[in-house]
């Protein structure tokens, strides 16, 4: 019942690493790999709704902020 959840978890946490790391360095990709951030992240919070665990519900408001922050990272462009 979990797995979804596990999963996008797992791939959430990289993609954010890897986002934050092309947004450093300013990479040419960073808007491309923001864009799928964005779509994870989203992805990640409505799936952790769906749980009434604390973790679940922190894990979803983090994954809200991150992906509201690079909605804005990328209007700011």
């Known amino acids: 019942m979990m797995a979804r959840c ?3 978890d797992r791939d ?6 890897i ?4 947004v450093a360095r ?9 864009k799928e951030c964005i779509e ?10 769906k749980h009434k665990h604390e973790h679940c519900q922190k894990c979803a408001d ?9 909605e804005a990272w990328m209007s700011g462009r």
């Open 62 to 70: 983090a994954c809200r902020e991150c992906a509201d922050a690079c």
């Open 12 to 17: 959430c946490s990289d993609i954010c690493m």
């Open 40 to 49: 994870i992240c989203r992805q990640c919070e409505e799936e952790c709704r």
């Open 19 to 22: 986002t934050a790391r092309f």
């Open 26 to 34: 300013d990479s040419a990709h960073a808007k491309h790999v923001m």
């Open 6 to 8: 596990i999963m996008l």
